[in-house]
């Protein structure tokens, strides 16, 4: 559904509704050539406002006169909420959370010595 926008109010048309006043203009170099510049109006009234060349910066009920002089718009500067993530410590199939726990709590010089002595046992279980 295409919305088109009103040329002096600036409201949105919807399909089947408004009015398009078309003007042409005469070309000068090409007299065979017509330019036609269309307009669309939501109804009667902006047509008549239009035709009596009326600037909607200075009518209070269009969409124009407001963007101008400011009116509608909420200028609340809200910072921009970001989610967190949020860390969540589970246990691993095989190994409890206090298990996973003491091994980084762990000293490096004892985790140096286990990680040895664990590989002496495999090189024992071998020979």
């Known amino acids: 559904m295409k919305l088109e926008i009103c040329s002096f109010s600036g ?3 919807y399909p089947a509704k ?3 006043f078309v003007r042409s203009d005469s070309s000068v170099l090409n007299p ?4 036609c510049r269309t307009f669309r109006f939501i109804n009667g009234k902006t047509e008549s406002y239009f ?3 009326l600037s909607p910066r200075k009518i209070r009920w269009t969409q124009i006169y407001r963007r101008v002089n400011k009116k509608g718009i909420s200028v ?3 910072a921009k909420r970001t989610r967190r993530t949020v ?3 589970r246990a691993v199939v095989g190994a409890s959370w206090e298990e ?5 709590t762990e000293k490096p010089e004892a985790r140096a010595a286990a990680r040895q002595a664990a590989k002496d046992a495999k090189k024992s ?3």
């Open 11 to 13: 409201y949105k048309i």
């Open 18 to 20: 408004g009015k398009v």
């Open 32 to 35: 065979f050539r017509l330019y």
């Open 51 to 53: 035709l009596q060349r």
């Open 76 to 78: 609340e500067v809200r």
């Open 87 to 89: 860390k969540h410590e």
């Open 100 to 104: 996973i726990r003491a091994k980084r």
């Open 125 to 127: 279980s071998k020979a």
